[in-house]
């Protein structure tokens, strides 16, 4: 036994699914698995099968997670385009705004025209996230210059986009992006037989975009998981929506690369708790932290995960390092595989 303690994890990209399709995850089972995999902070993104873009709506979700959370979390705001003139009264209820440029899973698009009027009445104090593939990416990191937002490119999976943002960083300090764990650890070669189960957006990239990813993750700022369960008879179907869960792996996946010899820890806790805070101007309670045995070795199993959707791409992977402990706010929350603490004790960081 080898037991370190971590900051507890930050993972600003999750689809906890509540409400709106509460048969694949809810706040509870969401947060669970948010404990089982050492993250004590989750930021929710706004698709639901409808999007949170309205303060009633928001109002709506805050309850729910009020009573079921049992990590710490904060939400994002959803755009149409049509709430624009409503940013000023949302914008301190949500950590951040999301804007989804390309058509995925159960939300609105902003219409691209609508983007130069997003950009300059968002408050420039707070984060946009970007959900962009392909080409958009230059087009959003042009508007982001002009108007002087913060902006934070999601899951960049490819080299291309990587070296466009590597490229706009030099010379605008407010550009930051993640990756996620399955960009990094899969590519499409294992679509083959994950089937359903590796089918996500962005899309599993080639191992050359996976090898320039790896090469450069000392540009990138966060890991983050976005994890969005579906359930395995939704992906067993022959249209599977796209989607993958990633709380209870992130960590054990990155520990085992630290046994590989390729993250420090320093890596880990910069990409995991340092950025994430520094970008988005949260200070997570030092009383927020994780224990790991960094020398258990053990195997990802579906029917061990927490996730409502019971599955994960991982499956069968061997692992070196587990979570043992969660601690939130100085109070045991998770302690092998077991949850201590009651629906209703995660915290809602936005004031
Ligand atoms: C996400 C989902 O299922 O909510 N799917 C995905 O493939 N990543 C939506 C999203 O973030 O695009
Ligand atoms: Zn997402």
């Not at 948010?34 to 309850?63: C, H, R, S, W």
């Not at 300059?120 to 984060?127: D, G, H, L, Q, S």
Request: aromatic share 8%.
């Amino acid at each position: 036994m080898n037991i370190i303690r971590l900051p507890g994890l930050i993972d600003i990209h999750v689809h906890l699914r509540d409400p709106g399709a509460t048969h694949k995850e809810d706040f509870y089972s969401g947060t669970c698995a948010a404990l089982a995999g050492g993250v004590t902070t989750v930021f929710d993104m706004p698709n639901k099968g409808y999007d949170v873009i309205n303060q009633q709506e928001l109002e709506n979700k805050i309850g729910i997670a009020t009573q079921k959370a049992v990590c710490d979390w904060g939400l994002y705001l959803g755009t149409d385009g049509e709430n624009i003139s409503n940013f000023e009264n949302l914008a301190d209820k949500v950590v951040g705004l999301k804007i989804y440029l390309t058509s995925t899973t159960g939300h609105v698009l902003l219409p691209e025209e609508l983007l130069p009027q997003v950009f300059e009445k968002w408050p420039k104090t707070k984060v946009i996230v970007c959900h962009i593939e392909g080409e958009k990416t230059g087009l959003v990191l042009d508007l982001a210059a002009k108007y002087k937002n913060k902006i934070h490119v999601t899951h960049v999976s490819t080299k291309k986009q990587l070296e466009q943002i590597i490229d706009v960083k030099k010379n605008n300090l407010n550009i930051t992006c993640d990756v996620t764990p399955h960009h990094l650890f899969l590519t499409q070669d294992d679509i083959l037989g994950l089937k359903g189960f590796g089918m996500v957006k962005p899309p599993l990239s080639t191992k050359s975009d996976t090898d320039f990813l790896w090469g450069h993750l000392k540009e990138i700022d966060c890991i983050v998981t976005d994890h969005a369960p579906h359930t395995m008879e939704e992906k067993i179907s022959d249209n599977p929506p796209t989607g993958l869960p990633g709380l209870e792996t992130m960590l054990p996946l990155l520990l085992t690369t630290y046994h590989q010899g390729i993250l420090g820890i320093e890596d880990i806790i910069r990409l995991t708790n340092t950025n994430p805070q520094k970008i988005f101007g949260y200070k997570q309670d030092d009383g927020s932290y994780v224990e790991v045995d960094m020398d258990e070795e053990w195997m990802v199993k579906n029917e061990d995960l927490k996730t409502k959707c019971g599955w994960s791409q991982f499956n069968g992977w061997k692992m070196k390092g587990r979570v043992r402990r969660v601690f939130i706010r100085g109070t045991k929350a998770f302690e092998d595989g077991k949850i201590l603490v009651d629906q209703g004790f995660g915290k809602n960081i936005v004031k």
